[in-house]
């Protein structure tokens, strides 16, 4: 069984999800900030962490990577294409005086099937807010994590350089609008959704026709 905890971490209060099961392995979804809510838990829990999951590179979601990988050894692993963003403002920080990212290394995720804590976890390439953004859904949890794709009846940013309206939407309606209708949405802000509500109620999937 998978359990999970959020955390409002950041500047732009960016959703962390820690997910555990019961053997007490766990790994955290953007840390994109001080990380010492979740190390707190990890360690009250006695959590081991073995990989820190990054859906894309921008600063408001990689900002507690190297603290958390310093504090616990776990490998951070996130898209490959996003790399040239931590050679960006956008990555690396001072993005509108935002702070300077800690700066790491990180393992290319590459999309396919893996297993995490135990499960398996269909990583799944979803680009248009980022070139590299990646969604992680696991079918045992019945949850996507889809960092800044898709939000309750709204979508990410595409304005930023790498981003694209027409492949967010493409990703979207071909990566996550199709799982089960029951599928909870864990975004990368705001509340959470499902793909049902997605369907139905996003306005910017209004002409999703491919049911």
Sequence with gaps: MLYVNIFQLGPLETNCYLVYNDAKEAVVIDPGGDPAEVLAVLRSQGLTLTHILNTHLHFDHIGGN????????AEILAGEADRPLLSSELGSGGFMGFPKTPSFSFTPL???????????????????????????????????FCGDLIFYRSVGRTDFPGGDEKVLKESACSQILVLPEETIIYPGHGPQTDVRDARENNPFFTDFHML
């Design 110 to 144: 590459t999309p396919g099937t893996h297993t995490f804590v135990g499960e398996t976890c269909h990583v799944l390439a979803t680009p248009g807010h980022s070139p590299g953004s990646l969604s992680l859904y696991f079918p045992v949890l019945g949850a996507v």
């Design 66 to 73: 190297a603290a958390l990988s310093d504090a616990t050894g």
